[in-house]
């Protein structure tokens, strides 16, 4: 399985610590865009200091103009309050989705936490339909565990 694969490569990112934390999350989002065929755009969202809102971090796909969503919108925002995984299977049937593409018919949201709060989120974008499993669910735990680890 692709997902045993990657997570020493994960673990190797993760504690190299001669590059930066940023280039670190962008090695992460490039390994998994490039690993896992069904895997279109792969970023991180981190809470705005104090502020109810989620920052873009590092991220690989097309660009987006969602650089700061509030707490409540679109997946995203609802896992910065729900602090519980999101798999959406068909975007199209969320009525609080934020369309970054209409490429898009899937996604993935899970958040980081660091001391059991919620301070970020990896966000994965699919143009495929359906095509999370719980496989995903937890490989993406994972990665969100190691990187909790360096934030």
Same mark, same amino acid.
């Given at each position: 399985?692709?997902?045993?694969? /990657?997570?020493?490569?994960?673990?190797?990112?993760?504690? !190299?610590?001669? &590059?930066?934390?940023?280039?670190? /999350?962008?090695?992460?989002? #490039? @390994? /998994?865009?490039?690993?896992?065929?069904?895997?279109?755009?792969? %970023?991180?969202?981190?809470? !705005? *200091?104090? #502020? $109810? $809102? /989620?920052?873009? %971090?590092?991220y690989?796909?097309?660009?987006? $103009?969602?650089?700061?969503?509030?707490?409540? &919108? %679109?997946?995203? %925002?609802?896992?910065?309050?729900?602090? #519980?995984?999101?798999?959406?299977?068909?975007?199209?049937?969320?009525?609080n989705?934020?369309?970054?593409?209409?490429t898009?018919?899937?996604?993935?949201?899970?958040?980081?936490?660091?001391?059991? &709060?919620?301070? *970020?989120?990896?966000?994965?974008?699919?143009?495929?339909?359906?095509?999370?499993?719980? #496989?995903?669910?937890?490989? @993406?735990?994972?990665?969100? !565990? $190691?990187?909790? &680890?360096? @934030?």
């Open positions: 399985m692709v997902f045993e694969t /990657l997570k020493p490569q994960i673990i190797s990112i993760t504690t !190299n610590t001669k &590059k930066a934390t940023n280039e670190r /999350l962008f090695a992460i989002c #490039k @390994l /998994l865009e490039n690993q896992i065929v069904y895997y279109n755009w792969v %970023g991180f969202y981190f809470r !705005n *200091g104090d #502020k $109810e $809102e /989620l920052i873009l %971090g590092p690989v796909g097309e660009p987006t $103009e969602h650089t700061i969503i509030p707490f409540g &919108k %679109g997946i995203c %925002g609802q896992v910065a309050v729900s602090n #519980k995984n999101f798999v959406v299977p068909d975007v199209s049937a969320q009525d989705y934020i369309a970054c593409s209409i898009v018919k899937a996604e993935i949201v899970i958040p980081i936490f660091v001391n059991g &709060k919620n301070i *970020g989120q990896i966000d994965i974008d699919s143009n495929t339909p359906d095509p999370f499993s719980e #496989k995903d669910e937890h490989f @993406l735990e994972f990665v969100c !565990n $190691e990187v909790s &680890k360096i @934030l």
